[in-house]
């Protein structure tokens, strides 16, 4: 039972609120259904064919991608069982370990990386928009991606794009219900259809399954890994705030059971054609197209280009508000919450979507994975495994949910900061920063010891493990009748 008359106001608002009983109603399925819509996106094509266009075989990509998914299931299941027990979202569930004012700093890591994600989606679209007007007027240059700022032209589309999400956020979320429905009836189909055309285009699936691996010996394990690391960052951002969705559970079984069935299998076959696909574009093209946006634009029918840009425009929409702004648009709001609301929180999204230069991260497959997915996993794998660590190791999956939203309660600490949680946060995110500043070519990896600059390729894990490991350390030494 909670008392919600005793929350400080400072720390609650309805959004944060515990979930009642009688409201929590998702089931096994809808689970299921979240994880399909969700993993039929642009961005999880881009992912299998970001691997194809780095020298995997289809095989080789398939597997990386599903056990990726696989391991990162497990943290989403583990983080989703305190939202399912308590009915909490992940900012009061992060206040159990960070403290009622430092759980501001995961949510902020966690809502910056979805600012990028909402970047990326709204140049998706805005490419989109512009491969449109480029069927009509073929003489229109190829989007510059390799300079500081595309053309005119292709930003005035990405900026259309962006005004119309806004849009949507003044709305209200609700709005794009029938964009959901639409999306998840259509883009399986234009999947399908796409699937097809490869297949018919390269004489039958056998000459793109044929396709040979450009990564042999050392030379693929090298790239398989901080490949596996960047797949397991695709959904890090999910594996912390999933309590967000499983706060609606019915019980604990419906959101793991849902969960399972949904992510891993959805996120492999999906990629599958993302796969099938980019491996056909040598055959067709002679050279390895990754981005289905610029695949599209290369077919000759002006209505085909048109409808399938479409297609794109819309199911980018519709998951671009679904997926990234509704969570960092609450985080937000977590700041002060009688002063920013979801439409302001979305605003704000909106604003740092642009300020990270979403076109330079998937401007080649290389800054897609490595700069990327590698690089912001490294910020939320520390923030899993202190998480993980408190709720299962420390607290044995026992919390005082009034006090959550209390500022003079357990998880209060000191001054509203769990000065444990920082060291371990701090701690798991150090040994990351000299690969990724190798990567970005802030610094020469000459200046590095590579051992150093390595432990980048394994960026989530390490900062999962070592958070992890010095938060329990540094708990151990506190007593139990504090906690």
């Given at each position: ?206 000459p793109i399954l044929e396709q040979p691996s450009k990564l042999h010996g050392n030379e693929f394990w090298k790239y398989f890994f901080p490949a596996l690391t960047g797949m397991v960052g695709f959904w890090a951002t999910l594996s912390l705030n999933i309590p967000d969705f499983t706060r609606y559970a019915k019980s604990q079984k419906a959101q793991i059971s849902g969960q399972a069935i949904g992510l891993p299998p959805s996120m492999t076959l999906f990629a599958f054609i993302g796969v099938v696909v980019t491996s056909a574009t040598p055959i067709v093209y002679g050279s390895t197209i990754w981005d289905p946006v610029q695949l599209a634009g ?186």
């Amino acid at each position: 039972m909670t008392n919600s008359s005793t929350y400080d106001n400072n720390l609650t608002n309805e959004d944060l609120a515990p979930v009642p009983l009688e409201k929590r109603t998702w089931g096994t399925w809808n689970y299921a259904a979240l994880w399909i819509s969700m993993s039929l996106c642009i961005p999880t094509y881009m992912l299998a064919s970001s691997l194809i266009g780095g020298g995997m075989n289809w095989w080789q990509a398939i597997l990386t991608i599903f056990l990726g998914n696989t391991i990162v299931l497990i943290p989403m299941i583990l983080n989703g069982h305190a939202g399912a027990k308590y009915g909490i979202p992940f900012p009061v569930f992060a206040r159990a370990s960070f403290g009622t004012i430092g759980a501001n700093i995961p949510a902020m890591l966690r809502a910056i990386v979805a600012c990028g994600w909402f970047g990326i989606q709204t140049w998706i679209g805005g490419d989109a928009l512009y491969h449109i007007l480029k069927a009509w007027n073929p003489s229109l240059a190829d989007v510059d991606t390799q300079s500081l700022f595309p053309q005119a032209l292709p930003m005035i589309c990405f900026f259309v794009f962006w005004l119309l999400n806004m849009y949507i956020v003044y709305l209200g979320v609700d709005s794009i219900r029938k964009l959901l429905v639409f999306k998840a009836i259509f883009l399986p189909l234009a999947a399908l259809a796409l699937l097809a055309w490869a297949i018919t285009a390269a004489k039958g699936l056998g000459p793109i399954l044929e396709q040979p691996s450009k990564l042999h010996g050392n030379e693929f394990w090298k790239y398989f890994f901080p490949a596996l690391t960047g797949m397991v960052g695709f959904w890090a951002t999910l594996s912390l705030n999933i309590p967000d969705f499983t706060r609606y559970a019915k019980s604990q079984k419906a959101q793991i059971s849902g969960q399972a069935i949904g992510l891993p299998p959805s996120m492999t076959l999906f990629a599958f054609i993302g796969v099938v696909v980019t491996s056909a574009t040598p055959i067709v093209y002679g050279s390895t197209i990754w981005d289905p946006v610029q695949l599209a634009g290369k077919f000759d029918n002006k209505l085909m280009v048109s409808f399938a840009m479409l297609a794109v425009i819309i199911s980018t929409l519709a998951t671009n508000i679904a997926a990234n702004i509704v969570s960092p648009a609450n985080d937000f709001a977590n700041l002060a919450p009688k002063k920013i609301n979801f439409k302001t929180g979305g605003y704000i999204t909106g604003i740092i979507g642009i300020l990270i230069f979403p076109w330079k991260l998937v401007a080649d497959p290389s800054g897609y994975i490595f700069t990327w997915l590698v690089g912001y996993s490294s910020l939320l794998g520390p923030v899993g495994g202190i998480l993980i660590t408190d709720y299962y190791f420390i607290r044995k999956q026992q919390l005082a949910v009034d006090e959550l939203y209390s500022s003079t309660g357990r998880y209060h600490f000191s001054n509203g900061f769990n000065t444990t949680a920082i060291i371990a946060l701090l701690a798991g995110i150090l040994p990351n920063i000299p690969g990724f500043l190798v990567t970005i070519k802030v610094i020469s990896a000459d200046t590095v010891p590579y051992w150093i600059s390595n432990l980048y390729n394994y960026a989530w894990f390490v900062g999962f493990l070592v958070s992890g490991f010095v938060y329990w350390l540094l708990m151990k030494k506190i007593k139990n009748s504090e906690l």
